[in-house]
């Protein structure tokens, strides 16, 4: 009679479905760069910061229908600390952003084109346009052209 040892036996065989996985590649998926378009200007910045602002603020309210302070007063707390980081950015002040707002529909007018809300807001934004690059919040200076166009 022949004794076998368990602990000497060959070893299984590699699983199927690991053999059609290619090797190690799970590896370079985790060393690779996690966000494929870093922030690299602060009006990004700033619209992430507004983006989690809203987020938090929404999450406070619902929390508060849930009857939850403990969970709204931790909400309320973070969206204190994200507009006090937003603040600290800067952006073009209202009258700043009104007088070149004005300015573009007076030259829209002279062009004789109809006035309308995508054609002023694509002329500011244009390449080497009055607010091509400048540290604005595009929401704010949608406002204003609403306000431009219905006036």
Request: with cysteine; glycine share 2%; proline share 8%.
């Given at each position: ?10 070893s ?27 922030i ?31 969970l ?8 204190a600390?994200?507009e ?23 030259a ?44």
């Open positions: 009679m022949r004794f076998v040892r368990w602990n000497s036996t060959a299984p065989a590699t699983p199927p479905l690991m053999t059609q996985c290619p090797p190690r590649r799970h590896l370079r998926i985790q060393q690779q760069p996690k966000d494929l378009f870093p690299q200007t602060d009006i990004q910045l700033l619209s992430l910061l507004q983006k989690r602002a809203n987020a938090s603020k929404e999450a406070a309210q619902e929390f508060a229908a849930a009857e939850r302070p403990d709204k007063e931790k909400e309320d707390a973070q969206v600390v994200l006090e980081y937003a603040s600290q950015v800067e952006t073009l002040s209202a009258e700043e952003m009104q007088a070149i707002v004005t300015k573009e529909i007076a829209i007018k002279e062009a004789g084109t109809k006035l309308n809300k995508g054609l002023i807001l694509k002329a500011l934004f244009a390449p080497n346009g009055p607010l091509d690059g400048k540290p604005v919040n595009r929401n704010e200076v949608a406002k204003l052209v609403n306000e431009a166009v219905s006036a």
